[in-house]
């Protein structure tokens, strides 16, 4: 099998044809994605894109790990494409949740977690403007789930934003919380890879 | 007799004792009842959560039982039902209490008889109405066996005896040009006692999803069929059309009806102001009736 990098990611991104709307929302998922399935996840780990929109980058990196044929980004969005403008995880292989309706994630996060696996949930800034996630930020951070990592890709997106920061919010509810540089890999790997939880890692990208 | 709640608490913790598989998720409603178990998670009054986790636990090859009151197990939580469960396509058990009108001094807020027919517009959900403690045992046993999407609803009205209503159970036979009165769950007791001197077939029936078409289609001999059921009117009106589009019928739909009724005082005052007392049904199945003979006439 082909093997791909970080720098390829542009050209599998390219291939995906069709008018997909969330450009600027894709790549700012982009690093994230890639440090997790380049250097964070396990094989027994679980990996779940709340954030379905602007699942591109989602979509380069799987296929850049050998999860997605690569030939398969070319019909992006069409009837007989497996892959949609939000991931349907009976459709992709590797996508463990279906996604694209937001708020979802995080609770259901919580209970792979609750099962014992290594979980990592993706959400947005905006994203976190639907009460459900707190319901999920609340009751982790209560029962102390050490086993759970949500990572904020924060582009600055909330309607109303966060004033005080959202590690702020995490931390209050008992999270360990710290903002980085969503494009920095080595502090991304660093804070994803830390011990303890449930953790908050707000990986920051300027618009 | 104990009530189906106090019966669904008791064989949910031993399923949860016996069973490695089996996992639950409450939300805040019932833990009372329930023995502490690791595997018993109570998410506090945060149903979109409690359906999360559900799913999550599901995902990972846990059977797992969700369970509150009727309005915030199916109607608040719609979207992850539809999405988390559905979408996902992760099996469940979600077991509701209060039924359509058993919290008949709480008002509409505790009232939800429109549960079955949302859950009917989803794809995939076994739908089980039993009408005794006995009837809802056994239901719960087989959704904990299977790794299906499953909706039991337990109700305070029980009927007077445990029946078999998996498929349509024909109790009593009419004539065979009688109305054919499908009663389903706690309904039987009263349709038995509004019929009993009518010429009429009356048929049992607790699992309403899958509906039992054939069963209904073979067990048919007239024209007639009358539908009791205790939940909103005409929830499983589209089921029968199909099951008889290739015949000419007539469809009398009894159940709770779309109103706010804006009512407080008991069970017994709400079942009346339906229509869904044995009075109130014999009333409905002699009009009916009556209107066929002005057509034949």
């Known amino acids: 099998m082909e093997q791909y990098g970080y720098t390829d990611l542009p050209a599998l991104m390219t291939r995906l044809t069709g008018d997909e709307k969330h450009d600027w929302s894709s790549a700012s998922t982009l690093d994230v994605l890639w440090v997790l399935y380049d250097r964070v996840l396990g094989a027994d780990d679980r990996f779940l894109l709340s954030k379905g929109h602007g699942p591109a980058a989602y979509y380069a990196v799987l296929a850049a790990k050998g999860f997605v044929p690569v030939e398969a980004l070319d019909d992006f969005g069409s009837f007989e494409s497996i892959l949609g403008y939000h991931p349907d995880r009976k459709l992709v292989p590797g996508v463990e949740i ?3 309706s937001l708020g979802h994630g995080l609770p259901l996060a919580v209970g792979v977690a609750l099962a014992g696996r290594r979980t990592f949930v993706l959400v947005g800034d905006g994203e976190l403007d639907e009460g459900s996630n707190w319901e999920a930020v609340q009751y982790a951070g209560r029962i102390g789930l050490e086993n759970l990592t949500t990572v904020v890709v924060d582009n600055h997106t909330a309607t109303y934003g966060w004033p005080g920061g959202i590690e702020a919010r995490f931390a209050l509810e008992g999270w360990h919380a710290e903002r980085v540089d969503g494009r920095d890999h080595d502090a991304l790997e660093r804070a994803l890879s830390e011990p303890g939880g449930p953790r908050c890692v707000v990986a920051e990208i300027s618009r | 007799m104990s009530s189906m709640r106090t019966r669904f ?20 409603i019932g833990i009372g009842e329930m023995p502490a178990h690791p595997r018993l998670h109570d998410v506090g009054i945060r149903e979109q959560l409690m359906i999360g986790v559900t799913a999550g636990l599901a995902l990972e090859g846990y059977r797992v039982v969700a369970h509150s009151y009727t309005p915030f197990l199916v109607e608040r939580p719609y979207e992850q039902i539809k999405l988390d469960l559905g979408h996902n396509d992760v099996g469940a058990i979600l077991v509701s209490t209060g039924a359509s009108y058993d919290a008949s001094t709480s008002g509409r807020t505790h009232q939800s008889p429109a549960d079955v027919a949302l859950l009917s517009a989803l794809t995939g959900w076994t739908i089980d109405v039993p009408g005794h403690p006995d009837e809802l045992e056994r239901a719960l046993a087989q959704a904990l066996a299977g790794d299906g999407r499953v909706y039991i609803r337990l109700s305070e009205e029980t009927n007077v005896a445990a029946a078999n209503g998996e498929h349509l159970n024909v109790l009593r036979r009419g004539s065979d040009d009688a109305p054919f009165v499908v009663a389903v769950g706690p309904s039987l007791s009263p349709t038995l006692a509004a019929t009993a001197d009518l010429d009429v077939t009356v048929a049992y029936l607790s699992r309403v999803r899958p509906f039992d078409a054939a069963g209904l289609a073979a067990a048919l001999t007239g024209t007639d069929v009358v539908l009791v059921e205790p939940y909103l009117a005409g929830t499983s009106s589209a089921e029968i059309a ?56």
Do not use: C, K, M
């Open chain 1, 98 to 100: 279906s996604s694209g």
């Open chain 2, 9 to 28: 608490y008791r064989t949910t913790a031993q399923a949860l004792a016996d069973d490695d598989r089996v996992a639950a998720v409450f939300a805040a």
């Open chain 2, 242 to 297: 199909r099951s008889l589009a290739d015949r000419p019928h007539r469809l009398l739909a009894l159940g709770v009806e779309n109103v706010e009724l804006r009512r407080y005082g008991t069970r017994e005052e709400h079942r009346r102001a339906h229509g869904l007392d044995a009075e109130g049904i014999r009333t409905s199945i002699e009009r009916f009736t009556r209107s066929a003979s002005s057509v034949a006439a």
